[in-house]
T-cell receptor, first 116, second 118 residues
């Protein structure tokens, strides 16, 4: 089974702090994704990466950056955390488009981030 | 840009009964994929069922089936013989069939919280 893990289930940070959220997958997937989940808004894509050191902006990239130095690890960075970034953050991974089962995204357990 | 809409924020069903969750989407593409994902309380999101737009036959997975109406851009999920373990947030999602890198991203609806009453 694919396993996607996230570094923390719960995180509390102060406004202005630099925050790192880590995601690791163990299935050699090319694609990795960061979403935020807010009530009534569903999941919104922040950034995704289709290869090491490659990234594309999603729908709400403002205030975030990402890093993918190794294929299995995808980090989300909040350069200067703000209260409106309080949310649930979900990481996911999938195979490259065109391969069998490429449709399925496998999700991590999520990190609930609170910015005070 | 594609959009996905789930107009039912909350639904409830009695155990062993059948419930249908609604989803509509908007796209100008002719080839795409649709999904239902399930997020149980405090547990990871998992794929429930997928549908390829070019297939007319509705997908089924055990007690889960879809009603895919391409012309109406509607994609509902039917859960038969509901069980307590079906209680979760359900998300409808869309993926383009484009083979470029952006084709791998999903667009999600707002979610429907399903409660199963014993």
């Amino acid at each position: 089974d694919v396993k996607v893990t996230q570094s923390s289930r719960y995180l509390v940070k102060r406004t202005g702090e630099k925050v790192f959220l880590e995601c690791v997958q163990d299935m050699d997937h090319e694609n990795m994704f960061w979403y935020r989940q807010d009530p009534g808004l569903g999941l919104r894509l922040i950034y995704f990466s289709y290869d090491v050191k490659m990234k594309e902006k999603g729908d709400i990239p403002e205030g975030y950056s990402v890093s993918r130095e190794k294929k299995e690890r995808f980090s989300l960075i909040l350069e200067s955390a703000s209260t409106n970034q309080t949310s649930m953050y979900l990481c996911a991974s999938s195979l490259v488009v065109g391969l069998k089962d490429a449709d399925t995204q496998y999700f991590g357990p999520g990190t609930r981030l609170t910015v005070l | 840009a594609q959009t996905v809409t789930q107009s039912q924020p909350e639904m409830s069903v009695q155990e062993a009964e059948t419930v249908t969750l609604s989803c509509t989407y908007d796209t100008s593409e002719s080839d795409y994929y649709l999904f239902w994902y399930k997020q149980p309380p405090s547990r990871q999101m998992i794929l429930v069922i997928r549908q390829e737009a070019y297939k007319q036959q509705n997908a089924t997975e055990n007690r889960f089936s879809v009603n895919f109406q391409k012309a109406a851009k509607s994609f509902s999920l039917k859960i038969s013989d509901s069980q307590l373990g079906d209680a979760a947030m359900y998300f409808c999602a869309y993926r383009s069939a484009r083979r470029e890198t952006s084709g791998s991203r999903l667009t999600f609806g707002e979610g429907t919280q399903l409660t199963v009453n014993p």
